[in-house]
């Protein structure tokens, strides 16, 4: 099991910036899909972003596509979710989340990821 810890998450103005980070515990890192996702209340939990393990390749919802940046560092065993321009949408609980099975291409599905952070609240005010 990995233990995933998010951070960064707080109180901004809409056209701000966020920069989330996912730590994770445990070698093999390295190998593993990660994706953010968020739920804003009363809301299924939705997909935000993917990056597969090397980060050479990323995926993003269409809400976001241009906005945020998923990006990772393996020597650090971090993952980070880069947020700008955010909207008042953008309000939500981000969880960072990972795939252990390598692959070639970021998934997006819920069930593709089998740890879970705790999530970190993201509110911004307009």
């Known amino acids: 099991q990995v233990q995933l810890v998010e951070s960064g998450g707080g109180l901004v103005q809409a056209g701000g910036s966020l920069n989330l980070s996912c730590a994770a515990s445990g070698r093999a890192f390295s190998w593993y899909g990660m994706g953010w996702f968020r739920q804003a209340p009363g809301k299924e939990r939705e997909f935000v972003a993917a990056i597969i393990w090397s980060g050479e390749s990323t995926t993003y919802a269409d809400s976001v596509k241009g906005r945020f940046t998923i990006s990772r560092d393996n020597a650090e065993n971090t993952a980070y979710l880069q947020m700008n321009s955010l909207k008042s949408e953008d309000t939500a609980v981000y969880y960072c989340?990972?795939?252990?099975?390598?692959?070639?291409?970021?998934?997006?599905?819920?069930?593709?990821?089998?740890?879970w952070g705790q999530g970190t609240q993201v509110t911004v005010s307009s």
């Open positions: 989340a990972a795939d252990r099975s390598l692959r070639s291409q970021p998934r997006t599905r819920r069930d593709a990821y089998s740890d």
